[in-house]
T-cell receptor
């Protein structure tokens, strides 16, 4: 089955800096989503970008999608300590039911 | 707010026991999912259901079964728990617009 792969596996930055995480996937998708998970908790849906969209914004989040390269990026601007979490990309297959998750990027934002 | 609840946050069972993990959502979503999350492996889909009494195998269904008798409730059953089923189990439901709403997770330890 297809699976997203995030890069880097871990990222450590200081407050105020921007954090960029990348994701690659293998087969054609309907949409791609980004999730956040605080330690030991469930995942929270952040943003969804459809296959016919190239860029989407939500607050301090900016997501891009390049279907020709089968890749996406998540940019968090002006990071805060509260952004510390794991971030996962997940691609939805063309059938629309299955959502295939990557292994995540662990982001640490230090004050 | 959509709420997805799981019956237990932490559960400890013995090898061979039958284990029930319950998930309830309150937004009338048709699609519900069970994932397990393991370090280094990310989230993997066990089973999903797209309607009452309908179920589909995910990527790793072996050793698990599911039950969807009512729309709001999706149960994951471990017929005979084994130590390799020690994991974090996450339930999710899917709104019509896509994405996932996740429950808080159940951390299951099988001794």
């Amino acid at each position: 089955s297809q699976q997203g792969e995030e890069d880097p596996q871990a990222l450590s930055i200081q407050e105020g800096e921007n954090a960029t995480m990348n994701c690659s996937y293998k087969t054609s998708i309907n949409n791609l989503q980004w999730y956040r998970q605080n330690s030991g908790r469930g995942l929270v849906h952040l943003i969804l970008i459809r296959s016919n969209e190239r860029e989407k914004h939500s607050g301090r989040l900016r997501v891009t999608l390049d279907t020709s390269k089968k890749s996406s990026s998540l940019l968090i601007t002006a990071s805060r300590a509260a952004d510390t979490a794991s971030y996962f990309c997940a691609s939805t297959s063309l059938s629309g039911y299955a959502l295939n998750f990557g292994k995540g990027t662990s982001l640490l934002v230090t004050p | 707010d959509v709420k997805v609840t799981q019956s237990s946050r932490y559960l400890v069972k013995r090898t061979g026991e039958k284990v029930f993990l319950e998930c309830v959502q309150d937004m009338d979503h048709e699609n519900m999912f069970w994932y397990r999350q393991d370090p280094g492996l990310g989230l993997r889909l066990i089973y999903f259901s797209y309607d009452v009494k309908m179920k589909e195998k995910g990527d790793i269904p072996e050793g698990y079964s599911v039950s969807r008798e009512k729309k709001e409730r999706f149960s994951l059953i471990l017929e005979s728990a084994s130590t390799n089923q020690t994991s974090m189990y996450l339930c999710a439901s899917r709104p019509p617009a896509g994405g996932r709403y996740f429950g808080p997770g159940t951390r299951l330890t099988v001794l």
